[in-house]
């Protein structure tokens, strides 16, 4: 059984930085991409960062030069720093693991979500 475990989210002001977290438990052979989406109030997931496990990565426009996705494919954990954050960011974000290979199955997994919420 897989599970994705996140943490690091809460509220910061408008200008700081918050680093969230999420591991990947259960007995895994390989991971192919971990990333971030985030849902806002109202609106539609969308992908905030994504890493592949030979460290190609992709961002959203609107968080280019601000945060910055990184994994550690020995823990089979995956990072999102976030800094110079703004209230836009304000959001539930979400770990999401693609391509889990454990010995019985080939998946996708999703976190349960963590809440960041940025004051101006």
């Known amino acids: 059984q897989v599970q994705l475990v996140e943490s690091g989210g809460g509220l910061v002001q408008a200008g700081g930085s918050l680093r969230l977290s999420c591991a990947a438990s259960g007995t895994i052979f390989r991971i192919d991409a971990m990333g971030w989406y985030r849902q806002a109030p109202g609106k539609q997931r969308e992908l905030v960062a994504a890493v592949t496990g030979g460290g190609s990565t992709n961002y959203a426009d609107s968080v280019k030069g601000r945060f910055t996705i990184s994994r550690d494919n020995a823990k089979n954990t995956v990072y999102l720093q976030m800094n110079s954050l703004k209230p836009e960011d304000t959001a539930v974000y979400y770990c999401?693991?693609?391509?889990?290979?454990?010995?019985?199955?080939?998946?996708?997994?999703w976190g349960q979500g963590t809440q960041v919420t940025v004051s101006s």
């Open positions: 999401n693991a693609l391509g889990v290979v454990t010995a019985f199955r080939k998946a996708d997994y």
